[in-house]
């Protein structure tokens, strides 16, 4: 697995960043959509709409599931191997109705 090596500021004291690795996009609408498998401990997620999400060995994402509002970017952590499963928040519409992003970090 590999380590996180954080900067160091002029003082030495650490600066919280990571490296964004493989970056990957997803469309998904009103049905639950599930990623591919994810490698590393930290995945940065967004997604283009309000979306609601889950995350595991087989998640399905529900709209009572985790919020992720539209245009948010957050940090998750995984354990390697993990999925996740995204649902648009609104519901409504058939078809693709956003895009959600995944990146791994190291």
Not at 14 to 25: C, E, M, Q, Y
Request: glycine residues 12%.
């Amino acid at each position: 697995m590999p380590v996180n090596v954080l900067p160091r500021d002029s003082h030495g004291g650490t600066i919280g960043a990571l490296r964004l690795l493989s970056p990957s996009a997803l469309a998904f609408g009103a049905t639950a959509t599930t990623t591919v498998a994810l490698g590393t401990p930290i995945v940065r997620i967004s997604a283009d709409i309000d979306t609601h999400f889950a995350f595991g060995t087989s998640p399905t994402a529900a709209t009572t599931g985790h919020f992720l509002p539209a245009k948010l970017v957050e940090y998750v952590g995984i354990i390697p191997g993990d999925l996740f499963s995204v649902i648009s928040a609104t519901g409504a519409g058939a078809g693709a109705l956003g895009t959600f992003y995944t990146s791994e970090t190291i």
